[in-house]
C-alpha cells in the first residue's frame, strides 16, 4: 500500500501560493495581449517578467510544497532546505531575465526600434500592478505567518513588480500623448523605451543578487543576522547560569535550529541545572518563536582559579591538605569554597588562624576573589585513633597474610584506609582474596561511617 502524503492542498501556505499561481497565469496572457498590440520593449519586458513570475511561482509552490512535509528518518532536520533553493532557483531566473532585456534594450537602440503606445497596454499595466499589490500582500501575510522564506521572497518579488509596472505604464501612457506629436514622438519614445526597460533590468538584477545572496547563506548555514549575539545576551540573563559557550545557530527553511552549552554553578543538582536550562529556553522561545533548541549543561570549572588556590593553600604553614575547591563567578567576581586539614591535635584558635592567614593571601594573589569561605577538619593518620595497633591484631587474627603498612585519611565526610599486606607467592588467589575481603570488613566496621578500604596484596618471596 503506497505511502499517503502528510502535506495536504489545503495547507494555507500552499494555498496562498495555487492562488498567486492562477495570477501569474492571467497576467502572462493579459500582458502578451498587450505587447501584440504595441510592441513596445517595456511592454515586453514585462511580459517576460511575468513569464518568469509564472515559473518563479512554480518553483515556490514545489519548494513549499516539499518543505512542508515533517522531519523523517532520512531528513531528521526536515526539508525546509527546499524553500532555499526554490529561491535561488527563482533569483536565477529574474538575472536571465535582466540580461536579456538589457541585450534587447541595446539592440532596439542601434535600430532605432519605437512601439505604438494603446490604451490596451495602459488598461494591461493597471491591472497588473492591481493583482500584483493584492498577491504581495497575501503572500507576506502568509509568509509571516507561517514564517516561510519561499513566500516571504515571492512576496517581495511581487512587490517590487509595481514598481517596474507603474514605471512602464507611465511609458505607456507619455507615449499615447507624444503619439499626437510625431516629429517628437519617434526618436523619444526609442530612448524613453529603452531606458525604463534598462531602469527595469538593474532593477531586476539587484533583486537577483539579493535574493540569491540570502538563499546561498541560509544553504551554507550562516547565522540568522544578529540572533546569536541576542541570544547569548538572553541567556546570560537567566538566574543560575554563570557561563554561555558554543553558541550556534543556523536556519532550515521556518526552522531555526539552536545549539548552547550553558554552565552552572559546581554542585548544582540535576533538577536544578535542569530548570534552568528550562528557564533559557523559555527566554528565547518568547523571543525568537518556536525555534528547535539543545541546551547542553556543564557544571563551571574555574580550572585556572583552583590550580592557583591549591598552589597558595600548600604554601600556608599548618595547611597538611586540601580538596573539595569550589568556584563560583558573579558579575566578573569570585567566591572560593574550600577544605583544608590541620593538624588533628591544633586547637580552632589555631586553625581559624591558618585559615584567616589563607584567606588573606588568596584575596592578595587574585583582586578577581572577593569571597572566601573555609571549613577546617583535623589530618587524620593511623596513630591518631590507634587504628594500625588495631588493623594489625585484626590482621594477625587472619592466617595467610603479613601486615606491612597502613594509611588512613580523611577527605571530606570520607575515611579512606589504605592497607598493604603480603601472602605467600604459592596461595590460592581465591583463598587469599577470601582473607582480605575479611580484613576490609573488619576495618569498616572499626573505623565506622563512610570509609573507603584498599588492600593491597604483594607475593612473600622470603
Not at 392 to 420: C, F, P, W
Request: hydrophobic share 45%; charged share 20%.
Amino acid at each position: 500500500m503506497p505511502r499517503q502524503s502528510t502535506v495536504r492542498f489545503d495547507d494555507p501556505r500552499i494555498k496562498v501560493a495555487l492562488i498567486s499561481l492562477g495570477a501569474s497565469v492571467a497576467l502572462v496572457l493579459t500582458k502578451l495581449l498587450a505587447y501584440l498590440f504595441t510592441g513596445s520593449l517595456s511592454v515586453l519586458a514585462e511580459f517576460l517578467h511575468s513569464s518568469l513570475d509564472l515559473l518563479a511561482t512554480i518553483v515556490t509552490l514545489s519548494a513549499v510544497y516539499y518543505a512542508a512535509r515533517p522531519p523523517d528518518s532520512g531528513h531528521p532536520y526536515g526539508h525546509g532546505k527546499a524553500e532555499n533553493l526554490g529561491g535561488l532557483a527563482g533569483a536565477l531566473l529574474i538575472l536571465a531575465t535582466s540580461v536579456w532585456i538589457f541585450y534587447e534594450g541595446v539592440d532596439r537602440l542601434l535600430k532605432a526600434v519605437s512601439f505604438t503606445p494603446s490604451l490596451v497596454a495602459v488598461i494591461v499595466m493597471a491591472a497588473s500592478m492591481g493583482v500584483d499589490y493584492w498577491r504581495s500582500r497575501a503572500l507576506s501575510s502568509a509568509a509571516k505567518r507561517y514564517h516561510s522564506q519561499a513566500l516571504e521572497a515571492d512576496a517581495l518579488h511581487f512587490s517590487s513588480d509595481l514598481i517596474s509596472s507603474a514605471s512602464v505604464l507611465s511609458v505607456v501612457a507619455l507615449g499615447m500623448v507624444l503619439h499626437s506629436f510625431p516629429s517628437l514622438a519617434n526618436a523619444f519614445l526609442v530612448w524613453l523605451d529603452v531606458g525604463v526597460a534598462m531602469f527595469v533590468a538593474a532593477y531586476f538584477g539587484w533583486s537577483s543578487y539579493r535574493l540569491s545572496k540570502r538563499a546561498i547563506n541560509e544553504l551554507l548555514d550562516r547565522a540568522p543576522a544578529g540572533m546569536l549575539k541576542e541570544a547569548e545576551m538572553l541567556a546570560r540573563k537567566t538566574a543560575g547560569v554563570l557561563d554561555v559557550k558554543g553558541l550556534r545557530s543556523r536556519r532550515s527553511g521556518a526552522r531555526i535550529f539552536v545549539d548552547m552549552t550553558i554552565a552552572v554553578a559546581e554542585g548544582t543538582d540535576i533538577s536544578e541545572a535542569h530548570e534552568t536550562a528550562t528557564s533559557v529556553e523559555r527566554s528565547l522561545k518568547e523571543r525568537f518563536g518556536e525555534i528547535d533548541l539543545v541546551i547542553h549543561i556543564e557544571p563551571a570549572s574555574h580550572e585556572d582559579i583552583k590550580k592557583a588556590v591549591r598552589a597558595t593553600a600548600l604554601n600556608v604553614a599548618g595547611v597538611k591538605g586540601i580538596h573539595s575547591v569550589m568556584v563560583a563567578e558573579s558579575d566578573g567576581s569570585y567566591s572560593v569554597r574550600l577544605h583544608i586539614s590541620v593538624d588533628a591535635h591544633a586547637t580552632v584558635a589555631e586553625a581559624h588562624r591558618i585559615a584567616d592567614e589563607l584567606e588573606e593571601r588568596l584575596k592578595a594573589s587574585d583582586p578577581s576573589i572577593t569571597s572566601v569561605n573555609i571549613h577546617m577538619e583535623p589530618k587524620v593518620n593511623a596513630n591518631d585513633f590507634g587504628l594500625l595497633a588495631s588493623v594489625k591484631a585484626l590482621a594477625a587474627k587472619m592466617h595467610g597474610v603479613q601486615l606491612d603498612n597502613v594509611s588512613i585519611e580523611n577527605i571530606g565526610r570520607v575515611t579512606y584506609v589504605d592497607i598493604k599486606c603480603r601472602a605467600k607467592a604459592t596461595a590460592a588467589l581465591a583463598d587469599t582474596h577470601d582473607v582480605v575481603t575479611l580484613i576490609e570488613d573488619g576495618v569498616r566496621e572499626l573505623v565506622g561511617g563512610d570509609v573507603y578500604v584498599t588492600v593491597h596484596t604483594e607475593p612473600d618471596l622470603s
